[in-house]
């Protein structure tokens, strides 16, 4: 059966400091890949989404890059954070198009 | 871009009452519509989805039906337990992406 793992699971960091969050699914070849950041009490942000290595869209123009060194590694990077940058991370996977599934998410505060 | 509506943004039922949660989409194109609940500080779960060739669907408790020509589509939970509170989103496959609703908040009390 499929698995996504992402790490950290929390992460405290200053304002200006990089980031780099990293998820991985197991269980699966090429899937579709996906970064979203849900506020707090707010919905989901589509930031990122990627079918396949190297290939990366993004949704929002802001200061975070995404990543996809293998073709079951998706990372979410910055260089500087901002306190706008705080919030849960979620990274998911589908194969094909649709059924979207979410690992256990990445609560980021920038302090 | 496609643009999902979600109503209500909170609901509170008694235990064993049902509740209803309506969305509406833009993009007559969209053809997938899933459902997700998010428990606190939990990650989404999908727990149901409808295609567009289809108009409703059930599994056990819960159903969703969807009405193209109105461009809306609503999720029904029967017979609801304490379990079932937490945030419920909808959401619309167009082009690459799910387009998500704003979410509800369901609280069940016993």
């Known amino acids: 059966s499929q698995t996504i793992h992402q790490w950290p699971a929390t992460l405290v960091q200053p304002v200006g400091s990089p980031l780099s969050l990293e998820c991985t699914v197991e269980g699966t070849s090429n899937p579709n890949l996906y970064w979203y950041r849900q506020a707090a009490g707010r919905g989901l942000q589509l930031l990122f989404y990627s079918v396949g290595i190297g290939q990366i869209s993004s949704e929002v123009p802001q200061n975070l890059s995404a990543s996809r060194p293998q073709d079951r590694q998706f990372i979410l990077s910055s260089k500087k954070l901002l306190l706008s940058d705080s919030g849960f991370y979620l990274c998911?996977?589908?194969?094909?198009?649709?059924?979207?599934?979410f690992g256990p998410g990445t609560r980021l505060t920038v302090t | 871009g496609e643009n999902v509506e979600q109503h209500p943004s909170t609901l509170s039922v008694q235990e064993g009452d049902s509740a209803v949660i309506k969305c509406t989409y833009s993009d007559s194109a969209s053809n997938y519509f899933p459902w997700y609940k998010q428990e606190l500080g939990k990650r989404p779960q999908l727990i149901i989805d409808?295609?567009?060739?289809?108009g409703e669907k059930k599994d056990q408790r819960i159903a969703v039906t969807l009405n193209k020509t109105a461009k809306h589509f609503s999720l029904h939970i029967t017979e609801t337990q304490p379990e079932d509170s937490a945030v419920y989103f909808c959401?619309?496959?167009?082009?690459?992406?799910?387009?998500f609703g704003k979410g509800t908040s369901l609280l069940v009390t016993p």
């Open positions: 409808i295609r567009s060739n289809v």
């Open positions: 998911a996977w589908s194969v094909g198009r649709y059924e979207q599934y």
């Open positions: 959401a619309a496959f167009s082009g690459y992406a799910l387009n």
